[in-house]
Nanobody, 123 residues
């Protein structure tokens, strides 16, 4: 079981970025996938989770209206689309597989953490 986040980089404030989470070793369509981020010196925080049905649970209020997520189970990929990015969005972004079902997007409810991808929002 492996998840790999990619697509990070440097973006200017107000810009957009799309991250991808590629899954291998399991059937993606059986699981909810969560996105998290961890800024320097801060705890990892949950952003949202997308269930196998496509239903999205938001954990991070500041992501509502700016971040969306989609899944393509045939391509084993979940994508996080981020718009109107702010400097405070700077963090390493991770994806993970939910242990039971999407609900509260908190780290202890997820496993199979992949390596993250760094997003830097700066002018």
């Amino acid at each position: 079981v492996q998840l790999q986040a990619s697509g990070g980089g440097l973006v200017q404030p107000g810009g957009s970025l799309r991250l991808s989470c590629t899954a291998s070793g399991f059937s993606l369509d059986d699981y909810g996938i969560g996105w998290f981020r961890q800024a320097p010196g801060k705890e990892r925080e949950g952003i949202l989770c997308i269930a196998p049905s496509g239903i999205i649970s938001y954990q991070l209020d500041s992501a509502k209206g700016r971040f969306t997520v989609s899944r393509d189970d045939a391509k084993h990929t979940v994508r996080l689309n981020m718009t109107s990015l702010k400097p405070e969005d700077t963090a390493v972004y991770y994806c993970a597989r939910v242990l039971f079902a999407c609900g509260a997007v908190v780290p202890h409810r997820f496993g199979s953490w992949g390596q993250g991808t760094l997003v830097t929002v700066s002018s």
